[in-house]
């Protein structure tokens, strides 16, 4: 019971970089392996804010997500557009835009490493203890997932209740026909990223509220994101939730049951799972 | 009877007579540009087999440390009992499995799986490895000692890029790479015309993954001491990919053109300027995506073309 409540309370992070990732790939096309830098950028924010200036991390997210969001905007337009532009073909973006993000992770994470050296880092916010069915768990961790919630409910309303979000779904389901109904795929494809890179980062500041991390861990998160991604099906906001949970419980069953040295053996496991019987998601339907 | 034409014919002595030259190299000099020359060579041998596979398919494959890791490690656990070239062998049989089962997951899916996947396939070898290795012996590293010298190790490594070369070439002429050229241009019509896209792929990783592997184990009496983090090190994944689409891979000798000038550069910020290893690879990501899409190779093809179309537009306005 406890394994399944801290898994559960865990993949509500992992559901927040999830969806960041599924955006940027099931909408904008790129296949953002730098997300991971983006998380962890957001993680060292969120800690100099509380350090530096005493803001609560919940506070922050207000600061952080709008400075992800324009952020990501800017890489898009400026680095990744005019891939989209030269790209003859679905693949040839797929391979550019790979190498493109490889690029930057690099990149962000050479700079992060300059800036903070490879040591771990971690604050205290709210670590009290915080009963769910009679076991105890860390308030920080129970508060990121209601956060994580609210954010995750917030997305899922925008996408399937508004006009804006249907265009995002349209651009989702086929760039092609979505400009025969008047939509500016281009816009909606930037609007895609950035808003992708607002909830990573949110993420980010949310999980270091309780974990303690490091400039050069970010390649782990995009690992699993990209895993969850695909669990859950490209583009597919249930799925990507979902899969986050089912990782989530994964991990933290196989780390206090067998070695906390084999989660990623664990992801994998999951991973060659899905692709050798559903590698479409899991509520994706079979294409011909 | 295979026949060769008189190009092939120069191409090979030319290359035969390279080769004897580069064997010379340890006579000269026994200290900084004996190991530069392993180096070198290793990545040479590296990024050559990694573009066998990844050149035609446009698929970024970064199991590279996973293979390597394994070729160093069937000469660790077994150098006292077996002798080192049924090992080197070994660690190529080994990598060519894994590669099997990598691709038979993977290669049956569309690119996009197969990267993601050999992304983190180091880590997972190296965890599966230390844990089986917690399980089974209290220690974590294991002790290579052999007679092998540097000398021993470049001239191995030496031979292993001609064998890349001459497979990379043979496959060129055989069933399999005019499969692969089509699968390169068009998968669809590959599959059309009735060739197996998914066999033709795994075969070819396998190929490519067995030659890493037998890198892989040559180096390791290299390390004397091997532990997992430095077996499964997922930087040479990402060094060979950048030194590779440096140079280009429209060509069997294109990777060359990048490992040259970026092993010596690499070397020298790692040991100049260690922390800023990161950014020099991100900004080597960046310029091959930007300003080098086809590689150094791929670029001077163009400029060569651009040079010969102005003539030719000259005679024809002669002619007219």
């Known amino acids: ?288 | 009877m295979m026949r060769l034409d008189n190009t092939e014919i120069r191409i090979g002595f030319f290359g035969a007579l390279a080769v004897a030259a580069l064997a010379t190299l340890p006579l000269f000099s026994q200290g900084y540009y004996l190991s530069l020359g392993v180096n070198l060579m290793l990545y040479a041998a590296l990024c050559t087999a990694w573009s066998l596979f990844s050149g035609p398919t446009h698929y970024i494959s970064l199991a590279t440390a996973a293979f390597f890791g394994l070729g160093t490690y069937t000469v660790g656990l077994w150098v006292d009992h077996v002798s080192f070239p049924l090992l080197v062998l070994g660690g190529g049989l080994v990598a060519a499995g894994l590669a099997a089962l990598v691709g038979l997951a993977t290669l049956r899916l569309s690119g996009v799986y197969f990267v993601i996947f050999t992304l983190g396939l180091a880590e997972l070898v190296r965890q599966i490895v230390s844990w089986t290795q917690t399980k089974v012996s209290t220690r974590m590293g294991l002790y290579v000692f052999t007679d092998f010298t540097e000398v021993h190790i470049y001239w191995m490594l030496l031979a292993l890029t001609v064998a890349v070369f001459v497979t990379g070439w043979l496959i060129g002429r055989s069933r399999l790479g005019f499969a692969m050229k089509i699968i390169g241009n068009d998968e669809t019509v590959a599959r059309h015309v009735g060739i197996d896209t998914a066999r033709a792929k795994i075969l070819l990783f396998m190929i490519s993954g067995a030659f890493i592997g037998i890198a892989g184990a040559i180096s390791a009496p290299r390390y004397a001491y091997i532990e997992p983090p430095s077996a499964f090190n997922p930087m040479i994944s990402f060094l060979v990919v950048i030194m590779a689409l440096l140079g280009g891979t429209k060509r069997l000798w294109g990777p060359l053109v990048g490992v040259i000038p970026f092993t010596i550069l690499f070397d020298q910020v790692s040991a100049q300027f260690p922390n800023h290893t990161p950014i020099v690879m991100g900004l080597a990501f960046l310029a091959i995506v930007y300003l080098l899409p086809d590689g150094v190779t791929g670029r001077l093809e163009q400029l060569r073309a651009r040079m010969k179309r102005p003539r030719e537009k000259l005679g024809e306005e002669v002619r007219a």
């Open chain 1, 1 to 288: 019971m406890q394994i399944i409540v801290t898994g559960i309370l865990l993949g509500g992070t992992y559901a927040l970089i999830a969806l960041g990732l599924t955006l940027q790939y099931g909408v904008a096309r790129i296949m953002n392996l730098a997300n991971g830098e983006t998380f962890v950028a957001a993680c060292f924010i969120a800690f100099w804010l509380f350090t530096a200036m005493q803001i609560n991390p919940l506070v922050g997210l207000v600061i952080i997500a709008p400075a992800a969001f324009a952020i990501n905007w800017a890489i898009y337009s400026v680095l990744l557009k005019p891939l989209v532009d030269r790209a003859k073909n679905r693949g040839m973006l797929e391979v550019d835009s790979i190498l493109a993000t490889f690029g930057l992770l690099f990149l962000l994470q050479g700079l992060m490493l300059l800036a903070f050296g490879g040591s771990y880092f971690s604050y205290t916010f709210l670590a009290e203890r915080f009963m769910i069915l009679g076991n105890p768990f860390g308030l920080n961790r129970v508060v990121a997932f209601v956060a994580a919630v609210v954010i995750a409910v917030a997305l899922y309303w925008f996408l399937y209740r508004t006009r804006h979000g249907t265009a995002v779904r349209a651009v989702a389901v086929d760039p092609n026909s979505a400009k025969l109904v008047a939509i500016d795929v281009a816009k909606t494809a930037a609007f895609a990223f950035a808003l992708g890179g607002a909830l990573t980062a949110c993420g980010g500041a949310l999980l270091s509220t309780f974990y303690t991390f490091n400039a050069s861990m970010g390649v782990v998160f995009t690992m699993k994101a990209l895993i969850i991604v695909i669990m859950g099906g490209v583009g597919d906001v249930r799925g990507a939730v979902l899969a986050a949970l089912i990782l989530g419980i994964t991990e933290t069953a196989v780390a206090s049951l067998i070695d906390p040295g084999l989660t990623i053996a664990a992801t994998y496991a999951l991973f060659i799972i899905v692709l050798l019987f559903r590698p479409q998601g899991m509520f994706g339907r079979q294409t011909t």
